[in-house]
């Protein structure tokens, strides 16, 4: 008997032992990931430094954006531990601020543009850092660039350099715009899957994967115009940096071939002979000319240098505890949702909040909407409208900034501002509205599953499963034709037009910001700097401070995000970097995820899909 009580009891402290000895793990986990975080945080500071003559390299990486997404602290603590990570994210308002501080400090001779992690960044934001490196030029200062290899993007702010040098075994790779779809409407009949679509706009090709196999003569005409447009402020850009023709940038196949035989096959020599770049150098031949250009670094054996990430942890401003009278800022980035959503997006009720906050603000005397968004729910996007009707009565003006793209429903949350300012190549208008619902009758009765039953009326019994009957879709259809009708209406009657002119440039239609001044649908073209400066006019402020109003990170998320970002310098890099697989995967993901994100009560949308493929 007295063998199963002992046998019982070491069960229990076998089990007590493993579940202690996991408790004093963790603890000890995070006690020694907090001891690392306060270690380096204390000695960070001091082991930045900048040189007298030094160069700062803007080795920019992953994204511009205009508001980081929200991660989990665990996630970005791991990408934050790399610096510079190509699947990251970057502040276009650090880039500038970077750039701009640089300019004005003594220290600073040189700017090297290093750009190979460079991933995403639409042209209106490449143009907003180009201006900024415009500037820093003026003050009398140099920028080069260096690259084994420039993509477009890159090499569009390449271009602003007064030296580009490519690797000799490199090349220069600038293809211009395209806009290709899938399309599924054999696959979907095959599939006897029913996608009723409802639209109004004649250029609302946001569906025409759903309902043909090819685009309709009506998107040929306005993407085909749409590139043109957008295309030619790109070389006209880059020509203009170089001192070359436009036409010279993208050669037929005819004239590429031509020249690839006069350099001999070599890339990088056909570069040079074209005038896309200045010099061909390795990164010795690189490191040997900066060395002569601002000197041998006091420790190390490179030229003397300060990073994009060290400097703007460097001169990043300590934040005030003085309120002061100011412009407000709110971003407006993404897909526009209901309800809540996390920083980085855009919710129907958590954006509407931001802008009840500034309402609120005594100190907020103006707000300036960022917008960057292709649009969504059209609920949501009324609901955000609403919130700056309310700003405005309460006095304070509102001045709206598009940035890369404010379509559909970005137009939409746009229009009611006090005045519009637009980059020439920021994808707006997009006045249209569509709606879409898939049923799987047909698909399932093929593999003998039928739905069958009993309701009290037709709209108890609608269902995915089952076929929508022909007054249902007029039903739906005179809705969408309604929600048409009051964005026309909305427009003609903030842009002072009437709707008949309104709707000749509406039908889903989508406008450069160069055209779309010409057109009326917006005020001015310049960026966020100067949509503040005018926010201020308009509130009559001569002296004013600006106040990006944002979802705030908790107490908790700051410091876990902080302590785990010390921690994972020491960690491997493997444990932070994907597979192709991976980011391909990825990818994937993020179209399905757009596609079922889409959650307006109403079924009823305000989408530019032709921007999102643009951006």
């Not at 493993?18 to 006690?31: E, Q």
């Not at 401003?317 to 997006?345: H, Y």
């Not at 009324?382 to 709206?400: D, F, N, T």
């Not at 949509?531 to 944002?550: C, N, P, Q, Y």
Request: glycine share 6%; aromatic share 8%; with cysteine.
């Amino acid at each position: 008997m007295s063998a199963n009580p002992s046998f019982f009891k070491r069960i229990c402290l076998f089990i007590w032992h493993t579940l202690n000895g996991t408790r004093k793990l963790i603890l000890n986990l995070i006690f020694f990931g907090i001891l690392a975080a306060i270690i380096i945080s204390i000695g960070s500071s001091e082991d930045i430094q900048v040189e007298d003559n030094s160069a700062l390299v803007l080795n920019l990486a992953g994204s511009i954006v205009d508001q980081k997404q929200q991660v989990d602290p665990l996630e970005a603590a791991f990408k934050q531990g790399q610096n510079a990570n190509a699947d990251g994210e970057i502040l276009l308002a650090d880039v500038l601020y970077v750039i701009d501080n640089a300019a004005q400090d003594q220290r600073i001779s040189t700017l090297v543009l290093d750009l190979a992690d460079l991933k995403r960044a639409g042209i209106s934001k490449l143009q907003s850092i180009g201006d900024a490196l415009n500037r820093f030029k003026e003050s009398g200062k140099k920028v080069v660039a260096i690259g084994n290899y420039y993509e477009q993007n890159q090499y569009f702010l390449a271009s602003f350099a007064d030296t580009i040098y490519l690797n000799p075994q490199g090349g220069v790779s600038l293809d211009g715009l395209s806009m290709y779809n899938q399309y599924f409407k054999s696959a979907l009949d095959k599939l006897r899957i029913k996608a009723h679509i409802f639209r109004v706009g004649t250029f609302k090709s946001a569906v025409e994967p759903y309902m043909r196999d090819d685009m309709s003569d009506a998107a040929r005409e306005a993407s085909s115009a749409l590139l043109a447009d957008v295309w030619q402020s790109y070389t006209q850009t880059v020509a203009d940096n170089r001192n070359i023709e436009p036409n010279s940038l993208v050669p037929d196949a005819t004239t590429y071939l031509a020249e690839l035989d006069k350099a001999n096959g070599d890339s990088a020599a056909m570069a040079i002979n074209m005038k896309w770049v200045d010099s061909l150098a390795t990164t010795e031949d690189f490191r040997q000319t900066m060395l002569e250009t601002v000197g041998k670094a006091s420790s190390g054996d490179s030229f003397k240098q300060v990073s994009f990430y060290d400097y703007l942890t460097l001169v990043t401003p300590l934040p005030s505890f003085v309120e002061q009278d100011s412009v407000g800022i709110i971003v407006a980035s993404g897909t526009i949702l209901n309800g809540t959503q996390p920083a980085g997006q855009i919710g129907g009720e958590s954006t509407a909040e931001l802008l009840r906050k500034a309402r609120f603000d005594k100190h907020v005397k103006a707000l300036v909407l960022r917008v960057d968004s292709p649009g969504g729910s059209a609920f949501a996007s009324e609901q955000i409208r609403q919130e700056l009707l309310a700003l405005k009565a309460a006095g304070k003006p509102v001045v709206v900034s598009m940035g890369s793209l404010a379509a559909s429903g970005g137009y939409w949350i746009s229009a009611s501002a006090d005045y519009i300012f637009a980059t020439p190549t920021t994808l707006t208008g997009s006045i249209g509205i569509f709606g879409m619902i898939t049923t799987f009758e047909d698909s399932l009765a093929s593999i003998g599953v039928h739905t069958d039953g009993v309701s009290t009326s037709e709209w108890a019994g609608l269902s995915v499963t089952r076929t929508l009957s022909p007054q249902v879709e007029a039903i739906i259809q005179r809705h969408i034709e309604r929600g048409y009708l009051d964005f026309i209406s909305l427009v003609a009657k903030e842009r002072k037009m009437t709707i008949e002119q309104v709707d000749k440039i509406a039908q889903g239609r989508v406008w450069s910001g160069k055209k779309a001044l010409e057109l009326g649908l917006v005020d001015e073209l310049g960026d966020l700097d100067e949509a503040i400066a005018k926010a201020a006019k308009l509130a009559d402020m001569t002296l004013f401070d600006t106040r990006v109003i944002e979802q705030e990170l908790t107490p908790e998320q700051r410091f876990m995000q902080q302590m785990f970002a010390s921690v994972s310098s020491y960690l491997p890099a493997s444990l932070s970097q994907s597979s192709m697989l991976e980011q391909m995967l990825a990818q994937w993901t993020s179209s399905l995820k757009t596609l079922t994100s889409f959650d307006d009560p109403n079924n009823v949308y305000i989408y530019c899909d032709t921007c999102n493929m643009m951006n």
